[in-house]
Nanobody, 126 residues
Framework: EVQLVESGGGLVQAGGSLRLSCAASGFTFDDYGIGWFRQAPGKEREGVACISSSEGIEYYADSVKGRFTIYSDNAKNTVYLQMNSLKPEDTAVYYC???????????????????WGQGTQVTVSS
């Protein structure tokens, strides 16, 4: 059974940093792409970043380029999202998602991902 468990969310002031973790189990980690998405109240789910080390994929939405970094620790089956220079508009529930990399065509499209974690809240105060 595929399981994704996010952690690391919280409340931070604007300009601060947080690191989110996505612990994966139930599948061969190298065979999947892992994405981070976020959803603010009243807004659509937005693709933030995506990684597949085996395929050399590293994607970022324009809104987070230069501030967020996605990376993986394959020994721990964990993907991280390091978020720096946080802004109030980054406030959202953040989800990680997984999809077999050979089926992954649109890194920012939530409809392209079949497996999801429960989400973790990130709140950035001004």
């Amino acid at each position: 059974e595929v399981q994704l468990v996010e952690s690391g969310g919280g409340l931070v002031q604007a300009g601060g940093s947080l690191r989110l973790s996505c612990a994966a189990s139930g599948f061969t980690f190298d065979d999947y792409g892992i994405g981070w998405f976020r959803q603010a109240p009243g807004k659509e789910r937005e693709g933030v970043a995506c990684i597949s080390s085996s395929e050399g994929i590293e994607y970022y939405a324009d809104s987070v380029k230069g501030r967020f970094t996605i990376y993986s620790d394959n020994a721990k089956n964990t993907v991280y999202l390091q978020m720096n220079s946080l802004k109030p508009e980054d406030t959202a529930v953040y989800y990680c998602a997984a999809e077999p990399v050979h089926l992954l065509n649109h890194y920012s499209d939530h409809a392209n991902f079949d497996y999801w974690g429960q989400g973790t809240q990130v709140t950035v105060s001004s």
